[in-house]
Nanobody
Framework: QVQLVESGGGLVQAGGSLRLSCKAS????????VGWFRQAPGKEREFVAGIGWRDDHTYHADSVKGRFTISRDNAENTVYLQMNSLKPEDTAVYYC?????????????????WGQGTQVTVSS
């Protein structure tokens, strides 16, 4: 069993930065693929970025490419999402998901574990 706890969200002005963290319990987390998703009010959950069990396999959605960076520290059982040049349209609850098999997926239903989410609000 893996438990995921997100942190680092908050209120920031447009153009600012935040770093989200996803801390996992369980020794097997280093072998899991991880994805960050977000959901804004009234919208469907959206894939943001994914990372394989080795941090050389990453993918970022077009909407965040060049602004957000996903990374992981397996020694700390933590995955990060560095968010720069934030825009009001980035406002959402951000979720960390993990899946067995070592690869990420862009589909949230293909994950085995989900965090509770952390709110990110970007003011204009």
């Amino acid at each position: 069993q893996v438990q995921l706890v997100e942190s680092g969200g908050g209120l920031v002005q447009a153009g600012g930065s935040l770093r989200l963290s996803c801390k996992a319990s369980g020794r097997a987390f280093s072998t899991y693929g991880v994805g960050w998703f977000r959901q804004a009010p009234g919208k469907e959950r959206e894939f943001v970025a994914g990372i394989g069990w080795r941090d050389d396999h990453t993918y970022h959605a077009d909407s965040v490419k060049g602004r957000f960076t996903i990374s992981r520290d397996n020694a700390e059982n933590t995955v990060y999402l560095q968010m720069n040049s934030l825009k009001p349209e980035d406002t959402a609850v951000y979720y960390c998901n993990a899946r067995r098999g070592g690869t990420y997926s862009t589909q949230y239903y293909e994950y085995d574990y989900w965090g509770q989410g952390t709110q990110v609000t970007v003011s204009s």
